[in-house]
């Protein structure tokens, strides 16, 4: 199948998704959904890009075994999280500023997501419909630099739940394991993720396509869904976070300053 005719397809099953999450969620009014369906469907972009891509089978293979299992990985971790809690407070928020309008304007942040994973599934197709394997030390480089960013991230989901779960911990800011040295190691290791695929597609001329994908997924979570709501609503319900932000890294694990 060529790349145009994957894509579109692609396309439209995210459309479908993304519209099905939405009506799931008017009935649960739990928009955190999103996340969850958000993340899996990605993954799915890497496993149905690997099945219909000319590359070389290994590195298809490849391809959809570390995609797949990076969006299985985050979109079930995201599930368990918020399973039976109350919305998120980024779309709780969304909701008063919406008012009356809640369920359209919903509707369309969805397929507003439709976008971002498109764009982030430029680096699957590159890798997909490469002419040629990369070398082997890229496939090894690429390998090392998946396992180093799913594991960090899983680490620093799972000292972030153990924290919260801590009765004596309500209302303090974390600071345990990598969060002590960055307000954000879980999207530290979620950019670094979208390395991996800059590096599987070094045997292709169109390998420079890939660097979007970082950039973009950077620019998603410094710049509008990710650190600026989720830094906001820390600022206001966590009286410590201003000296948190003051002497933690906001995205690169660093040693703190001292308080």
Partial sequence: MSLPEAALI????????FALAWLVQLRTHNAGLIDTVWS??????ALWYACCGSAPLQLRVLL?????????RLGT???LRNHGKQEDGRYRRFREQWGTAANR???????????????????FAVVAWSPREPGSLCVAAAVVVWLMSVTGEGLA???LEQFKRDPASKGQVCRRGLWR????????FECLHWLVYVLLAAGNSWWWLALGSPLVMSWLLLKLSG??????QSARSRPGYAEYIRTTSMLIPWPPKKR
């Fill in 105 to 123: 304007n919903m509707f369309w942040f969805f397929q507003f997501q439709v976008l971002f994973s498109m764009l982030l599934s430029i680096s």
């Fill in 10 to 17: 692609g396309f439209a099953g995210l459309v479908t998704l």
């Fill in 64 to 72: 959809a075994v570390l995609g797949g299992v990076w969006g299985l």
């Fill in 181 to 188: 040295y960055s307000r954000h190691p879980n999207y530290f």
């Fill in 227 to 232: 650190v600026p709501l989720t830094e906001a």
């Fill in 157 to 159: 989901d799972w000292q």
């Fill in 40 to 45: 899996w469907t990605l993954g799915l972009l």
């Fill in 77 to 79: 971790h995201l599930l």
